[in-house]
Nanobody, 122 residues
Framework: QVQLVESGGGLVQPGGSLRLSCAAS????????MAWFRQAPGKSREFVIAIDTRGTKINSKESAKGRFTISKDNAKSTAYLQMISLKPEDTAVYFC???????????????WGRGTQVTVSS
C-alpha cells in the first residue's frame, strides 16, 4: 500500500508560480511512476504530467507548452510539480498519483492523494 501526501497548493496571482510536492510512503516499486492530474470546477479530471524513477516523462498537451515541469527525488520518494506563469484557467484541485508503470491514464495509477487546491486569481 502506498500513501501519498500532497502539499504546496494555495492562492497565487496570475503570472505567479507554485511548486507542489507529493511524498510517497510504502513500497518503492509501487511508486515507480508518479503523476499529477487536475480537476477544475465542473470538469472531469485530466492528466497533467508524469515521471518514473529513471526520469522518463510523459507530458500532456498542456504541460508540453513548458509551464509545468515534473521532477522526482527517488531517495525521498517525492515528486514535484513546478508551475510557472499561472493562469486563472489553471485553477483546479491537483492530485498526485502513483503506480508501478509510467502512464498518462488514470487507471494505471492505483494510489492517489487527496488533492491540493490551486487557485489562480487576482
Amino acid at each position: 500500500q502506498v500513501q501519498l501526501v500532497e502539499s504546496g497548493g494555495g492562492l497565487v496571482q496570475p503570472g505567479g508560480s507554485l511548486r507542489l510536492s507529493c511524498a510517497a510512503s510504502g513500497r518503492a516499486e509501487d511508486s515507480n511512476a508518479m503523476a499529477w492530474f487536475r480537476q477544475a470546477p465542473g470538469k472531469s479530471r485530466e492528466f497533467v504530467i508524469a515521471i518514473d524513477t529513471r526520469g522518463t516523462k510523459i507530458n500532456s498537451k498542456e504541460s508540453a507548452k513548458g509551464r509545468f515541469t515534473i521532477s522526482k527525488d527517488n531517495a525521498k520518494s517525492t515528486a514535484y510539480l513546478q508551475m510557472i506563469s499561472l493562469k486563472p484557467e489553471d485553477t483546479a484541485v491537483y492530485f498526485c498519483a502513483a503506480g508501478p508503470t509510467l502512464s498518462s491514464v488514470e487507471g494505471a495509477f492505483p494510489y492517489w492523494g487527496r488533492g491540493t487546491q490551486v487557485t489562480v486569481s487576482s
